[in-house]
């Protein structure tokens, strides 16, 4: 099988596509009608929102995603080679810091922020000999 | 859920009305009987029978019972959210668990039914009512936990809700008396059981697999909640539920 879509159930689904591209420079592919689904740009592997109420629609219990509460336990991570850059923007833009950018011993450049939902985003470098896409 | 043709609704988005969550009208077409599922909302109804126009006011509901009409009679409803029971039952809202006011008293209780019930469009008067709030509205943050016990399927514990909130879960209790007239605790219970009859009945989960995922302990802890919320057994589905305006979510 194919990894074909990273879904966020989100309280907000339109705010949270405008925060992504504000955030983290990302571009929307289409928002629904409904307001309660819609993916950005991210190619083969699309990351999509979805409303906290079409998981209650879909009969799915989930606990919702709180941003004072300790993060879900997942990442979503973006790969750049202007870690610091991405980093501040992010929280510019309204990310809480968790953890600046660091060096690591194997060579990768590593932060964390929480978005406005409180999920947790790696901004990373890429890991050595590895492809990026900036 | 699968709706029958002779239901309509017409959905209010919770996020769009502060009040209303759905109104809904729905007539007989043939003499029989359907059971109410408790789901933690009052509703408005005026009910047409042959001997005429009747209206209703159910207070938040935690038993089922069992509604039986002739050929024709009509139903049509304000549903409240599930915030809003205090606009309809004020101050009396501790009282009226599993309460119907009927007729007269729901016409006290209620004075705009009085000119509702002599319209053209008895609907349209309500709603038009239901526009100016007679209570002060709920606190967001109540608002906001009715969503999470909604988006948990009723899982979340009544300190975790309360954790989220910034109340105590003392206060949690009193918000939810208040304002929606049943603890936290217990409409975190019917939301559970609904979405646990949906997993059986509309998704076919086995019941062990049901029971699990709805969160309960064991299928005896669902076999219970089963009898105390809908009087049946997981095991033996009434024939008679598929009525969803009449309560059910």
């Given at each position: 099988?194919?990894?074909?879509?990273?879904?966020?159930?989100?309280?907000?689904?339109?705010?949270?596509?405008?925060?992504?591209?504000?955030?983290?420079?990302?571009?929307?592919?289409?928002?629904?009608?409904?307001?309660?689904?819609?993916?950005?740009?991210?190619?083969?592997?699309?990351?999509?929102?979805?409303?906290?109420?079409?998981?209650?629609?879909?009969?799915?219990a989930?606990?919702?995603?709180?941003?004072?509460?300790?993060?879900?336990?997942?990442?979503?991570?973006?790969?750049?080679?202007?870690?610091?850059?991405?980093?501040?923007?992010?929280?510019?833009?309204?990310?809480?810091?968790?953890?600046?950018?660091?060096?690591?011993?194997?060579?990768?450049?590593?932060?964390?922020?929480?978005?406005?939902?409180?999920?947790?985003?790696?901004?990373?470098?890429?890991?050595?000999?590895?492809?990026?896409?900036? | 859920?699968?709706?029958?043709?002779?239901?309509?609704?017409?959905?209010?988005?919770?996020?769009?009305?502060?009040?209303?969550?759905?109104?809904?009208?729905?007539?007989?077409?043939?003499?029989?009987?359907?059971?109410?599922?408790?789901?933690?909302?009052?509703?408005?109804?005026?009910?047409?029978?042959?001997?005429?126009?009747?209206?209703?006011?159910?207070?938040?509901?935690?038993?089922?019972?069992?509604?039986?009409?002739?050929?024709?009679?009509?139903?049509?409803?304000?549903?409240?959210?599930?915030?809003?029971?205090?606009?309809?039952?004020?101050?009396?809202?501790?009282?009226?668990?599993?309460?119907?006011?009927?007729?007269?008293?729901?016409?006290?209780?209620?004075?705009?039914?009085?000119?509702?019930?002599?319209?053209?469009?008895?609907?349209?008067?309500?709603?038009?009512?239901?526009?100016?709030?007679?209570?002060?509205?709920?606190?967001?943050?109540?608002?906001?936990?009715?969503?999470?016990?909604?988006?948990s399927g009723g899982r979340l514990?009544?300190?975790?809700?309360?954790?989220?909130?910034?109340?105590?879960?003392?206060?949690?209790?009193?918000?939810?008396?208040?304002?929606?007239?049943?603890?936290?605790?217990?409409?975190?219970?019917?939301?559970q059981?609904?979405?646990?009859?949906?997993?059986?009945?509309?998704?076919?989960?086995?019941?062990?697999?049901?029971?699990?995922?709805?969160g309960?302990?064991?299928?005896?802890?669902?076999?219970?909640?089963?009898?105390?919320?809908?009087?049946?057994?997981?095991?033996?589905?009434?024939?008679?539920?598929?009525?969803?305006?009449?309560?059910?979510?």
């Amino acid at each position: 099988m194919k990894l074909g879509y990273i879904i966020i159930y989100v309280a907000d689904v339109p705010a949270t596509l405008s925060f992504y591209e504000t955030a983290f420079g990302l571009h929307r592919r289409f928002l629904h009608d409904s307001k309660l689904y819609g993916e950005m740009d991210t190619g083969s592997t699309v990351l999509a929102f979805a409303g906290n109420e079409a998981a209650e629609m879909a009969d799915l219990a989930i606990t919702p995603n709180d941003p004072k509460a300790p993060a879900a336990g997942w990442e979503v991570c973006f790969v750049t080679d202007d870690v610091q850059a991405a980093f501040d923007r992010a929280v510019s833009a309204g990310c809480r810091a968790v953890t600046p950018p660091q060096d690591k011993p194997w060579g990768q450049t590593v932060s964390y922020v929480r978005d406005i939902n409180g999920c947790l985003v790696e901004i990373a470098s890429p890991v050595r000999g590895a492809q990026t896409d900036g | 859920m699968p709706l029958p043709q002779s239901y309509r609704e017409t959905r209010i988005t919770p996020k769009t009305s502060r009040m209303v969550e759905a109104l809904w009208s729905f007539v007989a077409p043939h003499a029989g009987h359907s059971l109410v599922l408790p789901d933690g909302r009052c509703d408005i109804i005026l009910r047409d029978t042959a001997q005429g126009t009747t209206a209703v006011i159910t207070g938040p509901a935690t038993r089922a019972y069992r509604v039986h009409f002739q050929k024709g009679d009509r139903w049509r409803g304000v549903r409240l959210r599930p915030e809003t029971g205090r606009f309809v039952w004020q101050d009396q809202l501790a009282i009226p668990v599993d309460q119907v006011l009927i007729g007269p008293d729901a016409v006290a209780a209620l004075p705009v039914l009085r000119s509702a019930l002599v319209a053209p469009d008895p609907m349209a008067v309500l709603a038009q009512a239901l526009q100016i709030p007679r209570a002060r509205p709920a606190p967001a943050a109540l608002s906001q936990t009715l969503d999470a016990v909604h988006t948990s399927g009723g899982r979340l514990s009544v300190r975790h809700l309360a954790a989220r909130s910034g109340w105590t879960p003392r206060h949690l209790t009193r918000m939810f008396r208040k304002y929606v007239g049943l603890g936290p605790k217990t409409y975190g219970q019917i939301v559970q059981f609904h979405r646990a009859l949906r997993l059986i009945k509309d998704h076919q989960l086995p019941l062990s697999a049901a029971a699990h995922e709805a969160g309960y302990a064991d299928h005896p802890h669902m076999t219970r909640a089963f009898a105390r919320f809908g009087g049946f057994s997981p095991a033996r589905l009434p024939a008679d539920l598929d009525l969803p305006g009449l309560g059910s979510i």
